[in-house]
């Protein structure tokens, strides 16, 4: 009897909390969580930042005073998060609560179902992270995925004589997607399928000059297979299309593809297609993976906010292990173009080139080393017009951007003294021409280099760093190098309550004809944090003094000084 009793009263525990559940717009919960046994439990933070600044610099950059109050308020409402934040200073407001969107996502084992404001992706082509007011419902029993949503994507939007909003007029569209899907041992094969349609009524009223706001519609359907081969050959392709009616009658031409065949002819509807493919092999030592894509111009679906369309790529990733792993390379090659119906004034044509080496001399020696082209040619086709010549209209535009990334780190010293030196150096290049008198050539390269040694001391909870930088730019004709020492230095009391940090940097810029102006910036911060008897309730007050000086300067650039100090505090439960 005793247990009949509490078998029942769990019952009517769940029961309740799932009505309760239901009744609260949260965030995504797993039903099996839910309990009053749980109660409420609340937890948050505050924040106060006291910022104060003054100096004699003539444009005083900042305010004299700043103050920003933040804080969160999370409460687990018997399994349930309710989420409140709000954020104050002295110029501005703002506050948030879970109320705004009605949102619900129960969840049970492998079922989940989303009310409300949902945002689900299906893929790419299909359905794709549009936010829709409805519902949705995800299912993984074993190796199946099902997926189903339905709701509005768009709500109507009636024209307003007093404020004209021609471009923010839209009819109500209702719209609904399904996708289903099978994993196997080797193999993975899944489609989706989305829908949307315009409705006509729920604009009483539409202006001449919104002639271009006809009532649409669209159909998508997408296809994904995967297969594995003998463990180490890959191959993937997804094939998607889609169909739009009611187009407005500016829009581009049709799509070349199989589907517009069979289309209706003297219709408003236009179709478009996307594919992708990849074949690979993997292995210990090497890998090599080659893909292909193309995207109709003009794609378009409802269930996306924005799809990258009219173009075709072909790319090529090699990748080699050596050594157990102690030497890696990888290698990312693709050239992508445009205009693939030649509707278009110009093309566009892009090489990509991006070799990755990682080498592991020891285990406390490493070395990088990354290489990267990205070279964009434009061809403007001329217009075709007796009267009218333009030197632009023959243009032939291409860009060059390389970029050369290098880097080495040795580690050594003890486990109580540590120690680590850093170097790093980049290279980045850009060039653009054009065979027109009328557009300038234009070259830039930028140097940037840097060398740092660090030590820390376990002990002493110390830790000191020092570097020095340089940096060269060469850009629009004007060469400046930056050059600058900088040190630090962090030190810790009592396990961790109390910080400390002084920090100083020294730099020098260098224009040919200019005067030089050098800056020193010094920088001084103090932390406490108090121990408490709940490991969930922590304090931190936190104080900094930052000092800038321009030591030097001119009637252009006057020497200055500028004081900055932050006093901060958070609290944390």
């Known amino acids: 009897m005793t247990e009949g009793i509490k078998r029942c009263k769990a019952k009517l525990s769940a029961a309740a909390a799932l009505l309760l559940f239901a009744a609260l717009p949260v965030a995504a919960q797993d039903i099996d969580a839910l309990s009053f046994k749980k109660g409420v439990k609340i937890s948050g933070g505050m924040?106060?930042?006291?910022?104060?600044?003054?100096?004699?610099?003539?444009?005083?950059?900042?305010?004299?005073?700043?103050?920003?109050?933040?804080?969160?308020?999370?409460?687990?409402?018997?399994?349930?998060?309710?989420?409140?934040?709000?954020?104050?200073?002295?110029?501005?407001?703002?506050?948030?609560?879970?109320?705004?969107?009605?949102?619900?996502?129960?969840?049970?084992?492998?079922?989940?179902?989303?009310?409300?404001?949902?945002?689900?992706?299906?893929?790419?082509?299909?359905?794709?992270?549009?936010?829709?007011?409805?519902?949705?419902?995800?299912?993984?029993?074993?190796?199946?995925?099902?997926?189903?949503?339905?709701?509005?994507?768009?709500?109507?939007?009636?024209?307003?004589?007093?404020?004209?909003?021609?471009?923010?007029?839209?009819?109500?569209?209702?719209?609904?997607?399904?996708?289903?899907?099978?994993?196997?041992?080797?193999?993975?094969?899944?489609?989706?399928?989305?829908?949307?349609?315009?409705?006509?009524?729920?604009?009483?009223?539409?202006?001449?000059?919104?002639?271009?706001?006809?009532?649409?519609?669209?159909?998508?359907?997408?296809?994904?297979?995967?297969?594995?081969?003998?463990?180490?050959?890959?191959?993937?392709?997804e094939y998607s299309f889609s169909v739009l009616g009611g187009a407005p009658t500016d829009s581009a031409e049709q799509s070349k593809n199989f589907l517009s065949k069979l289309l209706p002819s003297g219709t408003r509807q236009r179709s478009f297609d996307a594919i992708s493919a990849s074949v690979g092999y993997t292995a210990p030592v090497w890998g090599l993976l080659l893909g292909y894509k193309r995207v109709a111009p003009g794609y378009t679906t409802f269930g996306g906010y924005y799809v990258v369309e009219d173009l075709e790529s072909f790319t090529l990733q090699p990748s080699l292990r050596l050594w157990q792993n102690k030497v890696q390379f990888s290698a990312h090659a693709g050239v992508e173009y445009n205009n693939l119906n030649g509707t278009r004034s110009s093309d566009d044509l892009r090489i990509v080139a991006s070799p990755t080496l990682t080498v592991a001399i020891t285990e406390k020696w490493m070395c990088n080393a990354a290489y990267s082209n990205f070279t964009s040619y434009t061809t403007t086709r001329p217009l075709v017009d007796p009267n009218f010549a333009d030197a632009l209209d023959t243009l032939n535009f291409y860009q060059v951007n390389q970029s050369i990334n290098a880097g080495t780190s040795y580690a050594f010293g003890s486990e109580e003294k540590s120690q680590q030196l850093m170097a790093n150096f980049a290279y980045q290049f850009a060039n653009s021409e054009s065979k027109s008198d009328t557009v300038v050539t234009q070259l830039s390269n930028f140097v940037n280099a840097m060398l740092t040694y660090s030590l820390s001391i376990k002990a002493r909870q110390l830790s000191l760093s020092a570097g020095f930088s340089f940096n060269q730019n060469n850009a629009a004709g004007i060469k400046s190098t930056y050059i600058g020492p900088t040190l630090s230095a962090n030190k810790m009391w009592l396990e961790g309550q109390i910080s400390a940090g002084l920090s100083a940097s020294y730099s020098q810029n260098f224009v040919p004809e200019q005067p030089s102006s050098p800056i020193l910036n010094t920088a001084l911060s103090a932390g406490y944090s108090p121990k408490t008897q709940s490991s969930k309730v922590k304090h931190r007050i936190q104080a900094n003094v930052g000092l800038l000086n321009r030591l030097k300067g001119d009637e252009v650039q006057p020497a200055f000084h500028e004081l900055t100090a932050t006093v901060a505090y958070n609290f944390n439960f």
């Open 47 to 237: 924040g106060l930042n006291n910022q104060f600044y003054t100096g004699n610099n003539a444009s005083n950059r900042r305010p004299p005073y700043a103050m920003f109050l933040t804080g969160n308020l999370n409460v687990n409402l018997f399994g349930m998060p309710l989420p409140f934040s709000f954020a104050f200073s002295n110029t501005s407001k703002s506050y948030t609560q879970p109320f705004n969107n009605f949102q619900l996502a129960p969840k049970y084992k492998w079922a989940q179902a989303h009310f409300g404001t949902v945002s689900m992706s299906f893929s790419e082509y299909t359905l794709a992270g549009h936010s829709f007011d409805g519902v949705g419902l995800e299912l993984t029993p074993d190796r199946w995925t099902i997926s189903a949503a339905y709701g509005r994507f768009l709500k109507a939007i009636p024209y307003n004589d007093l404020a004209p909003n021609l471009d923010q007029m839209s009819y109500r569209r209702m719209g609904g997607a399904l996708r289903v899907g099978y994993t196997g041992d080797t193999y993975a094969v899944e489609t989706s399928i989305f829908g949307a349609k315009d409705d006509a009524s729920s604009l009483r009223y539409i202006p001449q000059e919104a002639v271009l706001l006809p009532p649409q519609d669209n159909y998508a359907i997408g296809i994904k297979a995967r297969k594995t081969f003998y463990k180490n050959f890959l191959v993937d392709v």
